[in-house]
């Protein structure tokens, strides 16, 4: 029998046991003698974790190494989280089931803020020290990626390296280094000291901070004069050059996104001021197409999944997106694999392809409007006009469609009843647009509107970084201003408003844009039992506003407070390519509600093009 | 269009995968290895493919059946070949047979199915061993059969075709299926219970080694239902 690290008896009392036992289809199994043992780790549930594309990217290229083995390794659920507790049994890896603590790196990557307990959680199981400096030479080097690494600050101190930027680029050369100090006998503290001077590396042991007596930052440097003062984030120059996993492990267990997953793009040409990921991934990168279908062949065949999706944070702008739909169609819907095509726009090209690859009749329109009014998605740069969304809509209805899905936001700056009240007169507007669309006798169903209201969080690398954020009483209040205008709506019955917690909104704002003081917060509160905060029925938030008490924090301080133009912020010591002075351009032009173009109509300068790559090489060429 | 019976081998780690995760295991499975798979009609075509009862989560089987309607032939050493290729080692499938118009489903034809049952320490199964042969004098034994509403009591004994000791284990060839379905707890239970010790049901290692339908008077093994492709 395969060795397991955990006995029968435990497996057959929790929940889903197949999370724990790794053997799948496509799990790389390697002879563990003379590797650098890797465990990467999305903290959260098995069936999250599994979705994610990035890490599916790292273990490709990681074990494309002969002298590397990664494994990988989820958060336990509570069940067996507390049999671990009592019984002292080590968080394990799943390929081997060894150990976590023996592996020379863990590992994390952070893709929200609402996992950063699930971190301390993977440390504790695993009986590494929270604290980096805490550690001793038989402790894995513990390291952390993704898109939270933009603030790195709140969760430095457990880290012993940060990467930041895209992981394909600098592995190769910080496993190197690894292998070269651990040759030569060297400590654990010198490696940790050499990997900081390397691109995209940020070791946080090597700064120290200080802060004004108003709490803002007052100095944040490097302790040693050859220790780099910014970090640029990693950059895949050439996204068709980069590695791809063609053959990712297939779960036994119905994963959230249990398909084929086809990166068609990184970055985004549209500007929009709230959003973090449109700033951090500049400049947009897409994957050649011929390169993209011998993947998605490559990748149906190795798996066996029935469905299979383009990612990108917006298809539409992909420049062959016509023929890899074409394409997608004709190689795969009548071998029965589904077709998924998320962040199109809805035009009447979108449509032809959604009613190619989806029965319309249970397949919805989601537009996101982000914002009730014209003014509003000016000051958020969303390029997203109301007759575009009414265009759209009233083909949908045209072709058959009658469930339209809204989203939006609740408390961007600058915002006014007016606007608010905007997203109730949009979503009646739409279902109004149904009824004079299609003819009494044509309709065979009512028309559905379900609009979504989420409470804006700042973001670091945002125009909206210095903004204040709204406070839970303001976003409750906010949320009744929508739901009476809703009411009065003419059409209110076909539609349907739901909004976000807002105690969750505020802990993410928090964190988002929170300094290294927050990690003495994030231990206690692991400490009152806080885990799995993403998952609404384990959220708790009466443990965090102890917690925030007992360390004497003030949570407002973070996320309420307007900072100005000339503090020192916590990720200053980043450079993403775009420019603090980029930034403050636009939360000037925000204000005034003036748009920006996006970057593929006119450069507008924001810094990106320092790393000659996508669209900013694309225009210049082009011109 | 043919139809065509897998028997399959569940072991080691992948005894914690569910009944409706094997299912789509193998759904999979017959993608990555090319096999030409009939699906159903309408909005959400799925594959014609049907299974013996879920074996229980935790228990080892070398006799576990899959029916699949197949679109067009296929020899069954290539077939086998193939899947070995796309497939994990402790699910490993052993035959690959076209089933004869007209046959019965594998849900549906299994009547009766073997266990053996192994004991963690050895005074335990002494203490099984030692009441086989009273259990078989007997013309009725009941056990407590409960069910999700309600509990009633049944007599096991008729159910039971077979039981003896074989290679320091417990055999037992009992009825199952959808009718008189018989767990071996039921009968380990009731051999504990004519002595008096009831061994503790995480100290067993239960495996299934085949299962069986009925032709006749005769009880045969689903593997024994079809024949090879050449």
Known sequence: ?????????????????????????????????????????????????????????????????EDVWCERVYSVWTDLHTIMKERNIPLFALESQDEIRSFDFLGITLQ???????????????????????????????????PCTYNPEPFADFFDIVYIGEGETRYRQLLDLYKECKNCGRSRSEFIKEAGKLPGIYAPSLYECSYNADGTLKSFNAIYDDVPAKIVKEVVVDMSDSCYPVKPVVPY?????????????????????????????????HRNVEKLEEIARKMIANTGHEEISLASLSSSDYPDLERICTFLIDEFSDKHINISLPSLRVDAFSLDVMSKVQDIKKSVVTFAPEAGSQRMRNVINKGLSEEDILNGCKQAFLGGWTRVKLYFMLGLPTETEEDMEGIAILSNEIAKLYYDTIPKEERKTKVSIVSSTSFFVPKPFTPFQWASMNTMDEFRYKAHVVNEAMRRQLNYKSIRYNWHSADE?????????????????????????????????????KPWVEAFEECGIDMKFYYNRERSYDELLPWDFIDT??????????????????????????CNGCGAARFNGGVCVESKTAV | MLKVRLRFKKTGA?????????????????????????????????????????????????????????????????????????????????????????????????KAAGYTVTFDDDQTGQIIKDAIGSFLSKDT?????????????????????????????????V?????DNIKPEHVISALSGITGNVPDNKAVTIRRTDQYTRIGDDLVSLDDIGADII
């Open chain 1, 1 to 65: 029998m395969s060795k397991l690290a955990l006995s029968k008896e435990i497996l057959l009392s929790v929940d889903k046991p197949a999370r724990y036992i790794g053997h799948e289809v496509n799990a790389v199994i390697k002879d563990p003698e003379d590797k650098i043992r890797f465990a990467m780790c999305f903290p959260d549930l098995y069936e999250i974790g599994m979705s994610h594309l990035g890490i599916q990217i790292l273990y490709d290229m990681l074990n494309s190494y």
């Open chain 1, 112 to 146: 929200y803020e609402m996992c950063y307990t699930n971190i301390l959680q993977i440390l504790d199981l695993s009986h590494i020290p929270f604290y980096a400096k805490d550690r001793t030479e038989d402790d894995p080097i513990v390291i952390c990626g993704g």
């Open chain 1, 253 to 285: 267990i119905k994963a959230t996104q249990d398909r084929v997953v086809l990166e068609i793009q990184r970055g985004c040409i549209r500007g929009c001021r709230f959003c973090q990921a449109g700033s951090v991934y500049k400049p947009i990168r």
């Open chain 1, 505 to 541: 909104s505020v802990l993410e704002g928090v964190f988002a844009r929170g300094d290294r003081r927050l990690s003495e917060v994030l231990i206690k509160a692991y400490e009152k039992g806080c885990m799995f905060d993403a998952w609404t029925e384990q959220f708790y938030f």
């Open chain 1, 577 to 602: 390519g775009v420019t603090k002075e980029f930034l403050k351009r636009e939360y000037e032009n925000a204000k005034q509600a003036k748009v920006t173009p996006n970057c593929r109509e006119k």
């Open chain 2, 14 to 110: 992948l005894v914690y995968i569910g009944h409706l995760d094997v299912m789509r295991y193998f759904q999979k499975l017959f993608r990555r290895a090319d096999i030409n798979v009939a699906y159903s009609e309408g909005f959400s075509p799925h594959q014609l493919l049907s299974f013996t009862p879920p074996l229980p989560l935790g228990m080892e089987s070398d006799g576990e059946y899959a029916d699949v309607t197949l679109k067009e032939s296929i020899n069954t050493k290539e077939a086998l070949s193939r899947i070995k290729n796309a497939s994990v080692e402790e699910i490993e499938v052993l035959s690959f047979k076209e089933l004869p118009e007209e046959s019965e489903n594998a849900m549906a034809a299994v």
């Open chain 2, 141 to 173: 034994v009941n056990i407590v059969k409960k069910t999700k509403k309600n509990e009633k009591e049944i007599n096991i004994r008729p159910l039971v075709y077979d039981l003896k000791w074989k290679y320091s284990g417990l055999y037992m060839l």
């Open chain 2, 175 to 179: 009825s199952s299926g959808s009718v």
